[in-house]
């Protein structure tokens, strides 16, 4: 059955007549009467009583109208819907991040938002130096990424000089993270040196590694005699989570703590080796106001850094 010959239907219910149905809808009475003949034998029911003055629905007619009458108005309203939204333009909003989970999370929860409104929304892993080019040239409505606070005048300068502002979000230490079955947590160790390390695997998150430079240790854990270098950050959990390796860097930056499952809980130790910060943030174009969705994408951000 097509959506026409429900449409045809309805028609002949509201006349209560065919054939003042036929001349509404501009078709041969014949050709209408043997639609209703048709559908009528498809069902092996009578849908109407035929009498001298008209028509009218038999009790099987009722019930088949009952279906299908509402199956035709939801047809009819993502019809208007198509042909309203073809001269309408799709909103777009397109997130960056250099590997940062957090991010993910708060795009994910953007999703679950705005799933009702017809948009295109992207996010995507940019190294770190792709991402101001990336804003100030529009591919992407903002970048997350994070500076190393004693280095942070440079990439100010080059971010102004891009057109683009840098809005801080967060500030977190290094840290030593472990599963929670490591020996650390068993041994209930308040904080990690290097030393004490000295003994495990270390896990080194790849996309991490420009921020690792900064620490005084740095060389150190990359000569690790255990180094186990991988590009994935679930890859990299799973390997915390089973064994007795460690990382580093910061837990909510990695894998966003907040929102782990409770089998694959990871600890966050304080790390001894405090020579420098991370300071997260987004960068945007300046001067240009946020649209509501970035608006709120924003807001998920800054609650997320809030409450890790």
């Not at 939801?74 to 309203?84: M, R, S």
Request: with cysteine.
């Amino acid at each position: 059955m097509r959506i026409e010959q429900i449409e045809q239907l309805i028609e002949i219910v509201e006349c209560g007549s065919i054939g003042k149905a036929a001349q509404k809808l501009y078709v041969q009475q014949p050709n209408l009467s043997m639609l209703v003949k048709t559908i009528e034998d498809e069902f092996h029911q009578p849908i109407f009583y035929r009498t001298p003055s008209g028509v009218r629905l038999t009790p099987f007619g009722k019930d088949f109208m009952a279906f299908a009458e509402p199956y035709y108005k939801q047809y009819v309203l993502l019809k208007e819907i198509g042909e309203n939204s073809l001269n309408a333009p799709i909103e777009e909003f397109k997130v960056c991040s250099h590997h940062m989970t957090i991010a993910r999370w708060a795009f994910a929860e953007l999703c679950a938002v705005y799933s009702d409104r017809p948009l295109r929304m992207c996010v995507s892993n940019v190294t770190f130096e792709d991402i101001p080019q990336s804003v100030a040239s529009h591919q992407y409505d903002i970048g997350i990424l994070g500076l190393v606070k004693d280095q942070s005048r440079l990439h100010l300068k080059i971010f102004s000089s891009l057109g683009l502002e840098f809005v801080p979000l967060g500030n977190a230490h290094f840290s030593v993270i472990v599963g929670d079955n490591h020996p650390f947590v068993k041994d209930h160790v308040r904080s990690v040196s290097l030393d004490m390390c000295k003994m495990y695997p270390f896990v080194l998150y790849r996309p991490m590694e420009v921020y690792l430079r900064a620490l005084e240790s740095y060389q150190q854990l990359i000569n690790h005699h255990t180094l186990i270098d991988v590009p994935d950050y679930i890859l990299s959990q799973e390997i915390l989570r089973q064994g007795k390796a460690f990382s580093v860097g910061p837990l909510k930056y990695l894998y966003a703590a907040r929102y782990q499952h409770q089998d694959t809980t990871l600890v966050e130790l304080p790390f001894e080796d405090r020579s420098a910060e991370l300071c997260f943030g987004y960068v945007k174009r300046r001067n240009e106001t946020f649209s509501e969705i970035a608006q709120e994408y924003v807001g998920l951000l800054s609650s997320m850094f809030a409450n890790p």
